[in-house]
């Protein structure tokens, strides 16, 4: 089993950067895939972005692309987001993701992928 806790989360002024990180415990996320997801109020969960084994990268095509990036550190079995020019439209509940994947450069955009999740850190965008 892997357990994951997000953290970083916070109030944040419009055009601002937060870095939210992902610790997992229970097992190494060496041979997972791992991915970011974020849930508005009133709104389904979406796809932010995920990355691969071997670090391959994907972000969501939509309004974080260019603006977020997802890393890993095996070593310290973390992963972290990175999201600088925060919009108001970014407030939700960000959730972290893992999945032991299915080859080396596997992920996936799809929840139903993971079966490990974390109980989500909050973003709130606001001036």
């Known amino acids: 089993q892997v357990q994951l806790v997000e953290s970083g989360g916070g109030l944040v002024q419009p055009g601002a950067s937060l870095r939210l990180s992902c610790a997992a415990s229970?097992?190494?996320?060496?041979?997972?895939?791992m991915a970011w997801f974020r849930q508005a109020p009133g709104k389904e969960r979406e796809f932010v972005a995920a990355?691969?084994?071997?670090?391959?990268?994907?972000t969501d095509t939509g309004s974080v692309k260019g603006r977020f990036t997802i890393s890993r550190d095996n070593a310290e079995n973390t992963v972290y987001l990175q999201m600088n020019s925060l919009k108001p439209e970014d407030t939700a509940v960000y959730y972290c993701?893992?999945?032991?994947?299915?080859?080396?450069?596997?992920?996936?955009?799809?929840?139903?992928?993971?079966?490990?999740w974390g109980p989500g850190t909050q973003v709130t965008v606001s001036s």
């Open positions: 229970g097992r190494t996320i060496t041979n997972y895939a």
């Open positions: 990355i691969s084994w071997n670090g391959e990268t994907t």
């Open positions: 993701a893992a999945q032991l994947a299915r080859g080396r450069s596997w992920y996936s955009p799809n929840s139903f992928d993971y079966n490990y």
